[in-house]
C-alpha cells in the first residue's frame, strides 16, 4: 500500500517542471480552489503533470485527473487514488 500523498508543494514542484509555471506553494495552499487556468496552467500542463505522476508512481489516475479544475480537486483525486491503489 502506498501511503505517500501529493502536497500542495509537491504540486507547486510539478507544475514548473511538467508546465512550465512556477507557483508559490503557499499560494496553493491559500487558495486551493482558484482554477489551474488563472494559475497558468492549461489542459496540456495538467495532463504532463498526470503523466508524472503515473510513471512516479506506477498507478494509472482516472482520466477525470486530467479534467480537474483547481488544485484542491486535483490534490484530492490523486490523494484517493493513492490510497486505494485503484
Given at each position: 500500500m502506498i501511503t505517500k500523498e501529493l502536497t500542495f508543494e509537491e504540486l507547486a514542484t510539478l507544475m514548473k517542471q511538467s508546465a512550465g509555471v512556477t507557483v508559490d506553494?503557499?499560494?496553493?495552499?491559500?487558495?486551493?480552489?482558484?482554477?489551474?487556468a488563472t494559475l497558468g496552467v492549461d489542459s496540456l500542463g495538467l495532463l504532463g503533470i498526470v503523466?508524472?505522476?503515473e510513471n512516479r508512481y506506477s498507478l494509472s489516475l482516472p482520466t477525470d485527473a486530467e479534467r480537474c479544475?483547481?488544485?484542491?480537486?486535483?490534490v484530492g483525486l490523486v490523494n484517493?487514488?493513492?490510497k486505494t491503489g485503484v
Open positions: 506553494p503557499r499560494q496553493l495552499e491559500q487558495a486551493p480552489d482558484a482554477p489551474f503523466g508524472e505522476l479544475k483547481t488544485p484542491a480537486e486535483f484517493t487514488t493513492l
